[in-house]
């Protein structure tokens, strides 16, 4: 039976919306600027505003929020769209901001002709200081009062181009002592001589965010358009637009971004750790954009249930990002093929199986799937992990040590005869003797050991390289650090291994595939794969690492 779970706080405002009678339907949007990769927060919005939709009964569109033609690019609107499918998400339209352009200089000639905005040639240290404080009420510009003739024909000469960028702006004429200092006659179009990547030189005049995205919303009748905390002051002027246009009644609501522990989630930051290449770019797997997780193994059933576990906050709030580790091992543990990987292999002799004798043993390849079985070659050389064995064995050791029996997972029960050292005092090599009765499967030996090892054959393993992956900074919580946010990048967060000795049937691995290297956690394969050299990513441990460090 599935969990019953109380309603999150935008459910109960849409709930009561469709109670009433004031929707019937619903409409959301996810509005990215297309100024960098999308990342675990996006996700979370993403989430959020095409689950309510589906939940409801409805449609969201993604639009893009392209106002500002100086940071945007096509590159991210691709990107963008791909992580949104990759999410799972299907979007009713795909839209551009920039393709309001035409509309929005109308909503701006509107309110010029309503007498509620005006051309200001204030410079911006000037408007600045017309500002006022929180406290202190603000200041009336000198050129407030033009009249709406000079204002029009002052804001089509703008639009043609006849005036340098940061000669004059159009602001909103509201009131300069407004407590709300957002509402102190905002800025709504600036002068920038700057290519768009869509819409080229048709413009140099671009408008401000508070005078695109409410309007944008409301020419798509947006009904309820979530954004994060930090628009709550913006709210006021999001509706003093579409009141004062009379245009459809877009809602703004807001929730709390979603903060994780020992990373961040800034487009501006990340951009940072690119360019200055802290890490291999947007992709690199211990990215926080759904790119770099992707890369890295994590899978969009596992980020959909985190942001589903994590819900609708009202507060800023800091998520432990074991906690998202912990939905991809749920996941994981459920869809991976299992493979056997020796990291830090040992030889082992098996002195009672034929030289030159190779035997094929089957294993599921996925978990509780009999019938999807692969093969598996056993000879008389193998590796097994150097720490499965121990010269002298401490309390509850039930892996080889002299004289002990294991299992070989798949294969058969080995006994532990002899160890050969090195000069240096070094284990080389372990000499053991195995139990024919034994085999997995068909075990008639009435032998009962505790421990089981995985283990590959010596000659058939394949070598591949694996990357492992930490944190990317040390700190937990990076809002709190003074300084540099890059001087907490945690150096050892990339280790890579350039050889472990993996079974046979690893060189089938697939682009997507996901695996469970046993005993030694999740992995998948690098995109920096070639056919001679393989290379495997680590997704994640098996267990948490971290909670293991705490109760030590
Ligand atoms: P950044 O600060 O990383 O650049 P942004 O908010 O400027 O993020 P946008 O492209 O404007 O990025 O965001 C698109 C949508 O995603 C917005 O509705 C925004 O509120 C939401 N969003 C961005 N970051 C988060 C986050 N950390 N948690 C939840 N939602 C977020
Ligand atoms: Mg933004």
């Known amino acids: 039976m599935a969990e019953e779970k109380s309603l999150n706080f935008l459910e109960e405002i849409i709930e009561a919306d469709i109670k009433s009678g004031k929707h019937t339907e619903i409409a959301t949007r996810f509005p990215p600027e297309p100024n960098g990769y999308l990342h675990l927060g996006h996700a979370k919005s993403i989430c959020l505003n095409f689950g309510l939709a589906l939940k409801y009964g409805g449609k969201t569109n993604l639009r893009f929020d392209d106002t500002n033609p100086v940071t945007e690019e096509t590159e991210y609107v691709e990107s963008i769209k791909g992580d949104v499918q990759w999410l799972g998400f299907t979007w009713a339209q795909e839209l551009y901001a920039s393709d309001y352009f035409a509309q929005l200089y109308e909503f701006a000639v509107t309110l010029i002709q309503k007498g509620l905005a005006y051309v200001d040639d204030s410079t911006s240290e000037q408007m600045a200081a017309q500002k006022g404080t929180p406290t202190q009420p603000g200041t009336n510009s000198p050129y407030r009062n033009r009249s709406v003739q000079e204002n029009l024909t002052l804001f089509a ?70 954004c994060t905390l930090e628009f709550v002051p913006h709210r006021e002027l999001y509706d003093w637009c579409i009141e004062n246009l009379a245009i459809y009644p877009s809602r703004q609501y807001e929730f709390a971004r979603l903060n994780m522990t020992y990373t961040l989630m800034s487009k501006r930051k990340l951009l940072q750790l690119v360019t200055e290449k802290h890490v291999s770019g947007w992709d690199d797997p211990r990215m926080p954009t759904l790119s770099g997780v992707r890369r890295r193994g994590y899978t969009p059933e596992a980020i959909r249930d985190f942001c589903d576990r994590i819900g609708v906050a009202k507060r800023d709030n800091l998520i432990d990002i074991s906690l998202l580790e912990f939905c991809v091992r749920e996941h994981l543990n459920k869809i991976s093929a299992r493979r056997m990987v ?68 798949s294969a058969y029960i080995i006994k532990c005869d002899e160890f050969i050292k090195d000069a240096a005092g070094n284990i080389i090599e372990l000499k053991c003797s195995y139990i024919p009765e034994s085999r997995s499967g068909s075990d008639s030996s009435g032998i009962n050991v505790k421990g089981v090892i995985h283990w590959v054959s010596a000659d058939k393993a394949v070598p591949v390289e694996v990357r492992q992956y930490d944190r990317l900074f040390t700190v937990e919580d990076l809002s709190t650090v003074e300084d540099d946010f890059r001087n907490h990048l945690n150096p050892n967060s990339l280790q890579v291994v350039p050889a472990v000795f993996a ?50």
Not at 200 to 217: E, K, N, R, V
Not at 521 to 549: H, V
Request: charged share 30%; hydrophobic share 35%; net charge positive.
């Open 157 to 226: 000469d703008m639009k043609a181009g006849k005036y340098a960028d940061g000669t004059k702006v159009l602001r909103a004429k509201i009131d300069m002592a407004h407590t709300n200092m957002l509402m102190r006659d905002p800025v709504i179009y600036r002068i920038k001589h700057a290519h768009h990547h869509r819409t080229g030189d048709t413009w140099c005049i671009y408008p401000m965010y508070d005078f695109a995205h409410g309007q944008s919303d409301s020419i798509e009748k947006i009904t309820h358009s979530i």
């Open 342 to 409: 020796v990291f830090d292999p040992l030889k082992v002799t098996i002195t009672n199986f034929p030289e030159g004798k190779t035997e094929i043993l089957t294993s599921e390849n996925l978990p509780d799937n009999h019938s999807d079985l692969r093969e598996m070659p056993f000879g008389r050389e193998i590796y097994i992990e150097r720490e499965d064995f121990m010269e002298v064995p401490v309390k509850k050791y039930f892996r080889l040590s002299p004289g002990q029996m294991v299992r070989l997972k």
């Open 503 to 552: 079974e046979p049937e690893i060189v089938n691995a697939k682009a997507g595939q996901h695996f469970q290297f046993l005993r030694m956690g999740y992995f998948c394969l690098d995109r920096d794969s070639t056919s001679g050299k393989l290379i495997f990513n680590r997704t994640t441990t098996l267990r948490d690492m971290w909670a293991k460090e705490v109760k030590k």
